[in-house]
């Protein structure tokens, strides 16, 4: 039964507007395309880790303060959670209050999401163990290099607009250490809603 849903037209809409669809069906009741949605706390933390070429798979063993600095690269579900205090990292991506039963998670989209984006430290060094990357520091030149990094972020590659215009920001740092400019361009492609955003 799963394999036929997967299937349907239904299931594989993607979140692309459609105008002639819209005026028809505003609401979407007719599910012609799929609502966008926000990946849950707990899977953009692992796929942070993962893109970063860091997450940690193994299965099993002792819970762990997933943000206790130097970060601990363990997959989410093994963090620690404390039924008293929820971690603010947690709370401000919505995640479920352990001391009651929650049927459904809220889904919020408010300033504090954005702001971790922009200066969370968990971020940022995920940032520069994905500008690290093998297949991102051996590539020939700038471009190939953000080929790279698109790849290993949204599994496709720049825009011509958007390979124009990351070229015109690595450019732009010239005042900062290699290391640091493509990082910095590492953390705006994790932080970015393409990221964060299931279409």
Same mark, same amino acid.
């Given at each position: 039964?799963?394999?036929r849903?997967?299937l349907s037209?239904? /299931?594989?809409?993607?979140a692309r507007?459609n105008?002639?669809?819209?005026?028809?069906?505003? !609401?979407n009741?007719? #599910?012609w395309?799929m609502?966008?949605r926000?990946?849950?706390?707990?899977?953009?933390?692992d796929?942070m #880790?993962?893109?970063?070429?860091?997450l940690?798979t193994?299965m099993?063993g002792?819970?762990?303060?997933l943000?206790a600095e130097? *970060?601990?690269?363990?997959r989410?579900i093994f963090? #620690?959670?404390?039924?008293?205090?929820?971690?603010g *990292?947690?709370?401000?991506f919505?995640a @479920?209050?352990?001391?009651?039963?929650?049927v459904?998670?809220?889904?919020?989209?408010?300033?504090q999401?954005?702001? *971790?984006?922009?200066?969370?430290? *968990?971020?940022?060094?995920? @940032?520069?163990?994905?500008a690290?990357?093998?297949?991102?520091?051996?590539?020939?030149n700038?471009m190939?290099?953000?080929?790279?990094l698109?790849?290993?972020? /949204?599994a496709?590659l720049?825009s011509? !607009?958007?390979?124009a !215009?990351a070229?015109? /920001?690595?450019?732009?740092q010239?005042?900062?250490p290699?290391?640091?400019?493509?990082?910095?361009?590492?953390?705006?492609?994790?932080?970015?809603? !393409?990221?964060?955003f299931?279409?």
């Amino acid at each position: 039964m799963a394999l036929r849903i997967m299937l349907s037209d239904v /299931y594989q809409q993607a979140a692309r507007e459609n105008d002639a669809s819209r005026l028809v069906d505003p !609401e979407n009741h007719l #599910l012609w395309r799929m609502p966008r949605r926000r990946l849950e706390v707990e899977a953009m933390r692992d796929a942070m #880790l993962a893109t970063a070429g860091r997450l940690d798979t193994t299965m099993g063993g002792r819970p762990c303060d997933l943000l206790a600095e130097p *970060f601990i690269p363990r997959r989410t579900i093994f963090g #620690l959670v404390n039924r008293d205090v929820i971690q603010g *990292f947690f709370s401000t991506f919505d995640a @479920a209050d352990p001391s009651a039963c929650a049927v459904q998670r809220p889904e919020t989209t408010v300033p504090q999401q954005a702001l *971790f984006a922009l200066n969370s430290s *968990f971020i940022q060094e995920q @940032a520069t163990h994905l500008a690290e990357r093998a297949e991102v520091t051996s590539a020939a030149n700038d471009m190939q290099r953000i080929q790279a990094l698109f790849r290993c972020a /949204y599994a496709r590659l720049p825009s011509d !607009e958007e390979l124009a !215009e990351a070229v015109s /920001y690595i450019n732009s740092q010239v005042d900062s250490p290699t290391s640091t400019r493509w990082a910095r361009l590492a953390h705006v492609l994790l932080a970015a809603n !393409e990221f964060v955003f299931v279409d």
